[in-house]
């Protein structure tokens, strides 16, 4: 187990508490689709490639923004360390694909 399947599955797990426990959904659906896309791809079970963009670096985004529009709404202490979890797994991965 290497550092980015810990992320991946770190963000997974913060975006499944985040979407049980937060209302309205939308936001935390995203980060769940994000994450899972990435959790799937990463154990071989779904292979996507995109021309124009980097799927890493649209799908990293995705749990950034996500992630930091969710910090802004929760209230209570584990949903805002689940949403810190996810923003800064996005964060990682963006700037993984940039750089």
Do not use: D, E, H, W
């Not at 939308?26 to 799937?40: D, E, M, N, R, T």
């Not at 124009?52 to 992630?67: E, F, Q, W």
């Amino acid at each position: 187990m290497n550092v980015a399947t810990v992320l991946v599955l770190a963000a997974l797990s913060a975006s499944i508490l985040l979407f049980l426990r937060t209302r309205p959904r939308l936001l935390p659906i995203l980060a769940l689709v994000g994450s899972g896309v990435q959790a799937l791809m990463l154990f071989k079970v779904v292979s996507l490639a995109g021309t124009g963009l980097p799927l890493a670096l649209l799908l990293g985004g995705l749990l950034a923004v996500s992630g930091v529009l969710l910090y802004l709404r929760v209230g209570s202490k584990p949903l805002i360390a689940a949403a810190t979890v996810v923003a800064m797994v996005g964060a990682i991965q963006v700037l993984s694909a940039v750089l």
